[in-house]
């Protein structure tokens, strides 16, 4: 039985985790898999592979089934537009520096999938890894995702398992209030600024069109204007 082991990965956090088939949290399945499952698959079956009378491909993509759990209206703003956000009352700031992963390509096949790791300045200690799937919407980015919070040793089996960098970005993310919503507002180290509306499933597009047209209405900013994008930040460096 052979397969992407991205996809590998996804479906041993989908099948032990969000389908509650073990009590192992997504941190655990994903280090085990990384550091101890592929690397003795490497050493012990794969030599074997070309001996096998017969392999069996599965190139199923748990993502394809899951339902987006996050929903985000991402406008590209100016500069002038960025400042008056931030006169809004701060809640936190925070620099990012994200390498993006493209997963390994499995029999000349590749993944359209990105996997963020993340460093914070202000949390040294910590790596977020984020595994994101497509998203279904082309205004609003609409997909599924995976959170994992691990350290440097199981960011090195990435490299391990065929993960290669795809590019890497840094950005400084306030994170502001306005009306008991809280808005990302960002400044990537390519001079670009981006506001993000983290939204419910529920009536996002109407939630959306409210903040929209308050912020509007209350600071002249003209945020109708700006035309929302579901493109990665991975894809906006160049």
Do not use: W
Not at 156 to 162: E, K, Q, R, S
Not at 164 to 185: A, P
Not at 195 to 220: H, M, N, R, V, W
């Amino acid at each position: 039985l052979r397969s992407n082991p991205h996809l590998e990965l996804l479906r041993r956090i989908h099948r032990d985790n969000i389908l509650g088939r073990t009590p192992m949290s997504i941190e655990t399945i994903t280090r085990m898999f990384l550091l101890t499952v592929t690397p003795s698959y490497k050493a012990f079956v794969l030599p074997l592979v070309e001996k096998a009378e017969l392999q069996v491909i599965n190139n199923y993509n748990p993502f394809n089934d899951m339902k987006p759990n996050e929903v985000e209206l991402k406008l590209p703003i100016s500069k002038q537009q960025y400042e008056k956000l931030l006169e809004l009352p701060i809640k936190s700031k925070a620099t990012h520096h994200d390498i993006y992963f493209k997963p390994p390509a499995f029999m000349g096949q590749e993944i359209r999938e990105t996997v963020t790791v993340r460093f914070t300045e202000e949390e040294t200690q910590k790596v977020r890894m984020y595994f994101k799937g497509g998203s279904s919407d082309d205004e609003y980015q609409k997909r599924p995702l995976i959170r994992a919070e691990l350290d440097m040793i199981a960011v090195g089996g990435l490299y391990a398992t065929g993960y290669t960098e795809k590019t890497r970005l840094s950005k400084t993310r306030h994170e502001v209030e306005y009306n008991g919503n809280i808005l990302k507002v960002d400044q990537l180290e390519t001079g670009r600024y981006f506001l993000e509306i983290p939204l419910k499933l529920e009536s996002y597009g109407q939630k959306a069109t409210e903040i929209l047209t308050g912020l509007d209405s209350e600071f002249q900013l003209n945020l109708k204007d700006c035309k929302p994008t579901a493109i990665p930040y991975s894809d906006l460096v160049n």
